[in-house]
């Protein structure tokens, strides 16, 4: 996520023939409900919201453990909070427009965030993977309630049933209050235990939680290919202090807090899941709340860095950008390309999105302003797609999040904006070895 306002939300070496990664993905899709629906007796067994008090056993591989091959473009993906926008066949009331809308865009990757904090404010309680939530977007209607990650996973199988792509990647982000060490360093006035590193008990705290999903997923029958052990690492809001001492200069310390949660999900993936190492904030520079993408990953080690199955970055397009300029992509690649072992996997753009004359303001109401967003990140889809090492972007959010207006939808669902049909024109089940799809019309001055 953004990291303004939120203190609470490749290729493989060449050699096989180039296969289309939409078409990988949905193949691995379809093999992985149809091994989880033998297994579970079609998904139907009771769900659980509790954590293991011990590691669970390994899932069986549930796809071939390969990494996306050459060739394929670029794929979309899509964020949103609410189930209800995007649970297919599913009598979602005044949503169901909207729910439609979402529906069409067929993305290939649907990245699931989760905010432990929320979900598990006591030690001694279970993760609560079916709390409520009343719907809303910051309090603003329409709203439709939903029981949490549970709901969220049974909206996300529905879309797979119906071949609609929606292949599962979880991010983990929000240290609850009892796991997180003590105030020091650098920090911001507005700085809370949510943000700071975790203790040890955390740790094994965040390996339950890891073994919990799984458990969860299996029973929903969802298939969890891609897991990101941390949202934006490098910024403030999410790994806390940056640095010891407020200056840039500083050497910084998240990069080793990162290195303790990736070891820590990797150890409980099974067979054929992959470990997605990144999920950075657009940084290009150092700063003291905050670590560039160049220093960030040169204070990783090697295991994490090569044991990576994908890079990810956040990068939101603006009004401006040239269709040449390597922006926060151009600066993972560039680090990337210091390890022998990175430099030939897949980056994906996790987090991308437009609005405002800068990315998060408040949208012009005016026609021209939000045609100028469209093209803007068309621009940026476009330089990714002519990529080699790009294979996905995701769109954040579809109902736009009034804290950071960038989503697709506005905030109280009564129009999409221009660049909803811009992702709809690069998604619906699109060949990504296809050309780019023409400006769409309401996208053109």
Known sequence: MPERGRAGPHRAEAGPPAISLVVRLLSAAALAVAVLLSACGGGGGKSTSTSSSTPSKPLPAKQPPTDVAPGGGLAIGLTEINPDLFW????????DPWRDRAEALKPAIYRL????????????????????????????????????????????????????????????????????VQPSGCERKDIGARSRPITG????AYKKLVDSL????????????WWSPWNEPNGPFFISPQRAECSGDSKPLAPAVYTKLARAMRSQLAPGQQLVVGELAGLTNARKYGSSISEFFDGLPDD??????????????????????????????????????????????????????HVGDERSPKEESIR??????????????????????????????????????????????????LFEAWGANRDPDAPAPALPSACRA
């Open 88 to 95: 297919h066949g599913k009598d979602v009331g005044d949503f």
């Open 113 to 180: 965030t989760v905010d432990w904090a929320t979900l598990q404010p006591s030690p001694d309680a279970p993760v609560d993977w079916a709390k409520r939530s009343d719907g809303c977007m910051r309090g603003l209607q329409p709203c439709r309630a939903y029981d949490g990650i549970r709901d969220t996973l049974r909206a996300i199988r529905s879309q797979q049933q119906a071949g609609n792509g929606f292949n599962a990647m979880v991010v983990v982000y929000g240290v609850p209050d009892w796991a997180a």
């Open 201 to 204: 008990q955390g740790l094994e």
């Open 214 to 225: 799984q458990d969860l997923a299996r029973n929903e029958g969802v298939s969890i290919r």
């Open 304 to 357: 994490v860095v090569c044991g990576a199955g994908v890079f990810a970055q956040h990068a939101y397009a603006k009004r401006g950008d040239k269709a040449d300029d390597p922006g926060a992509v151009g600066a993972l690649e560039q680090v990337l390309d210091k390890r022998p072992c990175a430099k030939d996997k897949p980056i994906w753009v996790t987090e991308t999105g437009v609005g405002g004359p």
């Open 372 to 421: 100028a967003d469209c093209q803007a990140l068309n621009v940026a889809l476009r330089r990714w797609n002519d990529d080699p090492r790009v294979d996905a972007a995701i769109q954040y959010t579809y109902r736009d999040d009034p804290v950071f207006p960038v989503g697709l939808v506005d905030a109280k669902l009564t129009k999409e904006w221009p660049a909803y049909h």
